[in-house]
């Protein structure tokens, strides 16, 4: 056991991962960290047996991100039988493209120091995005997975994907181009204006997101209309895109680069993204899969912010008053969802903002909290002894908010709940209420703490008025990708809204997340039956 742990080291401390430029004389680090996850590489344990003072360091071109893999180590256990040092180089050969391993350090320095084509170098693609941050200059470019450079780009970086983004996998990029012809990538790179060498390229990269599309059907006919057949023929007679088929986008990795972490990048990204797909007449839902807190927080706030200066939440309006019969005091008093809200002006508006269903609602639930006063909300359910009869409004609206949350999240639970009996589902309900709000609270006082959409400092500069970004807590701001949903477990998917899942890359559906925490607890008021609209069928999905 002792050799064990003397010949064992920390994956994620041996690792180190670093970007790298022409320089004056030679190249400079830009930035250098050590990854966050190497399970999915060297195992459970995150360790590498058989080296004392291991250092495998990766580096990167920042600009074409062309990989370079060095190892060193001060000892290497001797083999004993069959028990022998890891193979390393090897073990990274199933992660990194060869070029990785077809030079050694020093003339991959000389490579970068001389490449004289990297001063006209361009990310592939078309610019969709620039912006200014800290003084610093950046654009946001996009293309399809099928543009060799862009594949070329991804199977450079790629890797990072599993160094940040737990549970995350590789695409596939010897897929057939049909299916590649889905995924959508977009580069943040930062631009630099002034260069310490003729053979320095002025673009580093900063982060990246892919997305992909879900071919949806879209029924042209009602049950009222006579069916017709339709003739086809396959393979259609002209090439088409699949990007002109009526589809929902799914953003499924989204990673911004530690070094550039909290600098707002994610922010700008993931506004630029929701953009591009709300100008799309053929996208027609934005969804997510299995997203982290981080990327939850990141999405809550951008969302909220756009609903807020687009005018969106200035319809929409909590009941102030129902019909005294709806709350008599006996068991078996059904509140229809209708009663609360405006169903047929909240499906319009989640349709013209592309949002998925789940998300919407939560937001829309966020909303009406923030429009309740504090000391109501803080009250919990002290003020709740007269319920719909109270004579004060805001108590009254704090009622129904809380009805309304506890409809959303009972006919998602519905199976389960019908398991317990009433009292244990009454203490159930009330724990995740208390839970909900309090998640609720935590959002509405980052977002108050940050300013409301995306609210900036303005500062005069020489003459001039220039923006100054706030800081983002980006930290972690992934999306696993379509292959994994958590550490271990396989995701299900088929392009379906996530309205049952679990958390970044895969899913807002199935299972309850963080935001309907309560470790799968339902919730329900102890004298209401809960109804509203009926619940789609669930779905095996893996965004939301």
């Known amino acids: 056991m002792a050799d064990q742990e003397e010949w064992s080291a920390n994956a994620n401390e041996a690792v ?28 459970e344990e995150e360790c590498i047996f058989g080296y004392q003072g291991l250092k495998v360091e990766i580096r990167f071109a920042a600009h074409n991100l062309i990989p370079n893999i060095s190892i060193s180590h001060e000892k290497k256990f001797k083999a004993v039988g069959d028990t022998q040092a890891l193979d390393i180089e090897q073990t990274l050969r199933e992660w990194m493209p060869e070029v990785s391993f077809q030079q050694s350090s020093s003339a991959f320095e000389s490579r970068i120091q001389k490449d004289t084509s990297a001063k006209d170098w361009r990310p592939p ?83 990246y997101s892919t997305t ?25 007679p002209s090439p088409f895109s699949l990007s002109t088929l009526p589809s929902r986008a799914r953003i499924s990795q989204f990673l911004i680069l530690p070094s550039h972490q909290s600098h707002s990048h994610g922010t700008h990204l993931y506004n630029t993204l929701v953009r ?8 027609s839902e934005i969804t997510v899969e299995d997203p982290n807190e981080a990327f939850d927080d990141l999405r809550d706030y951008c969302d909220y912010a756009r609903l807020t200066a687009n005018g969106t939440f200035a319809q929409i309006h909590l009941a102030q008053s129902l019909p005294a019969t709806l709350f008599q005091k006996r068991i078996g008093v059904r509140v229809p969802t209708g009663q609360l809200l405006d169903l047929p002006l909240l499906h319009n508006l989640r349709i013209k903002n592309k949002i998925a269903p789940r998300q919407f609602a939560r937001l829309v639930e966020m909303y009406l909290l923030s429009c309740l006063p504090l000391a109501t909300r803080q009250s919990g359910t002290a003020r709740l002894t007269q319920r719909a009869r109270s004579q004060n409004e805001s108590d009254r609206q704090w009622y129904y908010w809380r009805l309304l949350v506890k409809q959303r999240v009972y006919k998602r639970n519905r199976d389960v709940l019908m398991q317990l009996d009433r009292v244990e589902r009454v203490e159930k309900v009330e724990e995740t209420m208390g839970e909900q709000v309090g998640d609720y609270e935590r959002l509405l006082r980052k977002m108050g703490e940050r300013g409301m959409a995306r609210k900036t400092k303005m500062k005069k500069k020489k003459g001039r008025v220039e923006e100054v970004e706030e800081e983002e807590e980006e930290e972690g701001n992934e999306v696993r990708d379509e292959a994994g949903k958590g550490k271990r477990k396989k995701k299900k998917d088929d392009g379906r809204e996530a309205d049952e899942t679990v958390v970044v890359d895969g899913g807002e559906g199935g299972a309850d997340t963080r935001r309907d925490r309560g470790k799968r607890k339902v919730i329900m008021d102890e004298e209401e039956e809960l109804e509203g609209t009926p619940e789609p069928k669930k779905v095996k999905e893996g965004g939301g």
């Open 276 to 283: 591009t797909f709300l100008s799309s007449p053929h996208i």
């Open 125 to 207: 693609g078309e610019l969709i995005e620039s912006y200014t941050s800290r003084s610093r200059k950046f654009e946001i470019w996009a293309a399809e997975l099928t543009n060799p450079a862009v594949q070329q780009l991804i199977d450079h970086i790629q890797i990072l994907v599993s160094f940040f983004i737990e549970g995350g996998t590789p695409i596939p990029l010897d897929d057939q181009d049909w299916s590649l012809a889905r995924w959508r990538v977009f580069f943040v790179y930062e631009k630099l204006a002034s260069l310490p060498s003729p053979n320095t390229s002025p673009y580093s990269l900063v982060g």
């Open 212 to 236: 992909y599309n879900f071919i949806t059907h879209q029924a042209s006919l009602t049950s009222s209309t006579p069916s017709k057949s339709l003739t086809f023929s396959l393979p259609p």
């Open 16 to 43: 180190n991962i670093s970007f790298i430029q022409a320089g004056q004389t030679s190249p400079v680090t830009l930035s250098t960290f050590h990854p966050k996850f190497t399970y999915p590489i060297f195992g």
